[in-house]
């Protein structure tokens, strides 16, 4: 059975850092574009960024530019996060893409967090941030 398993969450406070990450199970995810999002409470699902196959292009959500970084090995997506801020308090999930996808320069979030293109999703980790 393929499956994604998040792990990293924590309590952190403002202005600390953590580093998230994804493994997969039961398959390989190498030739898939891979992604993040966060849910927090109340709040409709979030795009945060995602990576192509080939782990040399990503794009990101506006609200975390600069401050998170997604890289990929064969089997482990990670999203380090920094500048760490309240509002980023959520449950943070990965979910795997279309096989062979290439961000193009420029490529916008909104085509690469639409999330009806992820197929297999995590379970998700929390994330809290204290003031």
């Known amino acids: 059975q393929e499956q994604l398993v998040e792990s990293g969450g924590g309590l952190v406070q403002a202005g600390g850092s953590l580093r998230l990450s994804c493994a997969a199970s039961g398959r390989t995810f190498s030739n898939n574009l891979m992604a993040w999002f966060r849910q927090a409470p109340g709040k409709e699902r979030e795009f945060v960024g995602a990576i192509s196959w080939t782990g040399d292009s990503t794009v990101y959500a506006d609200s975390v530019k600069g401050r998170f970084t997604i890289f990929r090995n064969t089997n482990t997506l990670y999203l380090q996060m920094n500048s760490l801020q309240p509002e980023d308090t959520a449950v943070y999930s990965c979910?795997?893409?279309?096989?062979?996808?290439?961000?193009?320069?420029?490529?916008?979030?909104?085509?690469?967090?639409?999330?009806?293109?992820?197929?297999?999703w995590g379970q998700g980790t929390q994330v809290t941030v204290s003031s």
């Open positions: 979910a795997a893409g279309p096989q062979f996808l290439q961000i193009g320069f420029g490529g916008s979030p909104d085509y690469y967090g639409d999330p009806l293109k992820y197929g297999t």
